[in-house]
């Protein structure tokens, strides 16, 4: 009886699964008792790269056997043009579990994939018979990795050649739903009467109701969902046809993401202000500048770069600027990938052919060398420095190779994500010079381009591992301020950002400053220099928003620090009664003012000159402008025992050196040139 069951089920599973093209050998052993899920026992067959193979895979008939989702593989010639969609997901679910703790059935065997993917598996395949899919888990032998890096090479041409590609979100949570209606809403009838339904006009004064404020935090929540943050999406939503993005039973298309993404950038300013006065106040920003906000721009660029051949000048040097290796590291700083190399070999399809040869996808080299050879090229030959602008932690270097956290500290950890989140100082000004101005600004009409001016790199690298490289000293950090604190998925306490800005502002006037607006003030500081551009921001707009900081400071300063004998004598007396709705505005308003600044430091340079800097900076630390460096960068003196030579801390932004000041002095023979020894 037992051998006449095992036989029945055996049928069940393996029979509808052979695939015409090649057949399987039926597991018999594993059918009466499922292997726990961390095993794979899939018997792949060894992909002809001279037909220029792929597998694909579609669903059985019937599409669930014994609880499990019954997939069947076949192999296919690209060179064929066969019909198929790509899967782009994200290996781990909402809670982090990128753990192989599901089985589904592959041809009668048992194969072990992530919650995410069955969940996938389950609601794109089991529903559409059709369906034949490319999915890199599957379709991909993971324990070949000379089968890898052949395959992974080409996941550019395997996007580009499926109809289309279909976006796994995750399951419905955290009112997904609510946010896909926002979604279409806003793309529809627009974001100001989506969010504001009144027919009273609105007014900077109006608290908005809680049910909008909730319905706009779940779509925030959905453009943080992780999905958002996988590395390899980048090229799959670059590459495809037809793209449709899936989140439990509901759908968007892409180019309706892309409509209501629009409309939420037009009405930018609007959405901060409205949202002043709510909970979510603190983190509207990243309705602009998450989830698919940065990848429609990289589509779209990648896009004009193949298929628009009368490029104006202004767009040819965006789109070359964010196309290369380096320009598309620091863009995609913050994405996350399972393997710390796929950092960089997820952005290779998407540079100059001459770029991918010099970086070659090669799985046999650990993460050290990886990210060593990719800046070697970078600062080498590519003559790219930005690499070297990055806000570093605390700790410069350590002991385990392995895990690539002994990198030399001119090396970015790209495995280390958190890094991403702190913006760059020339993120800024590449921000405004998108915006429309393209050549080398020096003066204060627009906003800084460059610190090093015209300067070209004179960068070696010794022993593999020190980089010698020209710069000027502006000088040594002689005092330095708090902390400015980042609440990044943590309730929002205005006190620490109070604290923080009370400290700076007193060592802004330890250096014999004191004015709080206007260019060169510390407000202007805040924003790298960029509150009172007026390429930025209409002249008419920045008066208003000085009027809204000084306001909301005095409401601040009367709650924090009544007795206060710096500011308040500047700012006035607050005048009437204080409410609840009033504070949460105020303090809101002032932290978007510091936004750009989390995680970083005040500093003073020679007790004279102001800065922002890494947040590690110490007294001591100097600040360098190296040579074809668009930023200054804060260098520390290795301790006695470790010799000469200097760790990289990263980037600063320093008042009155971000135009080419630097330089000037070096041509008018008031500075010199050293060399500096990077470990």
């Not at 003559?383 to 500290?409: G, H, I, M, Y």
Request: charged share 25%; proline share 5%.
């Amino acid at each position: 009886m037992r051998i006449a069951l095992q036989s029945v089920l055996v049928a069940k599973m393996a029979a509808p699964c052979v695939p015409a093209s090649r057949g399987r050998n039926s597991p018999i052993s594993h059918i009466l008792k499922v292997p726990p899920p961390s095993l794979n026992h899939y018997p792949y067959e060894r992909l002809d790269s001279g037909r220029n193979e792929i597998r694909l895979l579609r669903i059985c008939r019937p599409p669930e056997v014994d609880g499990l989702v019954s997939c069947t593989i076949s192999h296919v010639s690209l060179d064929i043009n066969p019909t198929y969609e790509a899967l782009s997901y994200t290996w781990s679910d909402h809670t982090g579990d990128s753990g192989l703790v599901k089985n589904i059935s592959l041809d009668g065997h048992f194969v072990a994939v992530t919650k995410n993917l069955e969940a996938a598996l389950r609601r794109l395949l089991m529903n559409y018979e059709d369906r034949v899919l490319w999915v890199d888990a599957l379709c991909i032998n993971q324990a070949d990795v000379a089968e890898r890096n052949e395959q992974v090479s080409k996941m550019k041409l395997v996007y580009q050649s499926a109809k289309g590609v279909v976006a796994w979100l995750g399951e419905e949570y955290d009112q997904s739903r609510e946010a896909f209606k926002l979604l279409q809403s806003f793309r529809k009838v627009g974001v100001q009467k989506t969010i504001y339904y009144c027919p009273e006009p609105w007014t900077r004064e109006i608290v908005l109701p809680n049910d909008v404020v909730q319905k706009t935090h779940a779509l925030i929540k959905l453009f943080g969902r992780n999905y958002w943050m996988r590395a390899w999406i980048i090229q799959e939503i670059a590459f495809a046809k037809r793209l449709v993005l899936y989140c439990g039973s509901d759908y968007i298309v892409w180019e309706d993401m892309i409509s209501a993404c629009t409309a939420l950038q037009n009405e930018a300013i609007w959405v901060g202000e409205a949202f002043y006065g709510s909970s979510i106040g603190h983190i509207t920003w990243l309705l602009l500048s998450s989830g698919p906000q940065l990848l429609y721009y990289t589509n779209q660029n990648i896009a004009s770069d193949v298929t628009t051949p009368n490029k104006s000048p202004q767009d040819t040097a965006f789109i070359q600027h964010d196309v290369t290796l380096g320009g598309l590291l620091i863009r995609y700083r913050i994405k996350h990938a399972t393997d710390p190399r796929d950092k960089v070999y997820s952005l290779l399809g998407l540079v100059p052919i001459e770029e991918q040869i010099r970086i070659p996808i090669d799985y046999n080299l650990d993460v050290y060398h990886v990210f060593r050879n990719v800046t070697t090229f970078l600062i080498t030959e590519a003559q790219d420095l930005r690499v070297l602008a990055e806000n570093k932690p605390p700790q410069t270097r350590s002991t385990d190779r392995n895990n690539c956290f002994d990198l030399p500290s001119w090396v970015p950890n790209w495995a280390n994500t958190r890094q991403g989140d702190k913006l760059r100082v020339d993120r800024m000004g590449f921000w405004i010079s998108a915006a429309g101005t393209s050549k080398l600004r020096v003066d204060r009409t627009g906003l800084w381009i460059s610190a090093a001016g015209t300067s070209k790199p004179e960068t070696s690298i010794r022993n593999r591992d020190i980089l010698c490289i020209k710069g000027l000293c502006i000088g040594t950090v002689t005092n330095v301020g708090d902390l400015m604190p980042d609440f990044e998925n943590q309730e929002f306490n205005f006190k620490p950002v109070f604290e923080a800005l009370n400290d700076w502002w007193h060592i802004f006037l330890s250096a014999g400053r004191t004015n709080l607006t206007g260019q060169n003030g510390l407000v202007d500081i805040l924003n790298f220099g960029g509150a009172y551009n007026d390429e930025a921001f209409p002249k008419e707009r920045t008066e208003v928003r000085e009027k809204e900081i000084l306001e909301h400071l005095r409401v601040v300063l009367s709650l924090y620090k009544p007795d206060d004998t710096t500011l308040l004598p500047l700012l006035g007396k607050q005048e009437g009664v204080i409410h609840d709705d009033m504070i949460l505005k105020a303090e809101t308003d002032i932290w978007s003012a510091a936004l750009i600044c989390r995680k970083r430091k005040f500093f003073v340079v020679d007790e004279v000159e102001c800065g922002i800097g890494p947040q590690c900076t110490e007294v001591g630390d100097l600040v360098v402008v190296v040579l074809g460096c668009n930023v200054p960068l804060v260098f520390r003196k290795r301790g006695e025992e470790s010799g000469s030579g200097y760790f990289n801390l990263g980037d600063a932004y320093v008042d009155g050196f971000m135009g080419g000041r630097a330089i000037k002095e070096l041509d008018a023979g008031k500075r010199s040139t050293e060399i500096f020894e990077l470990y």
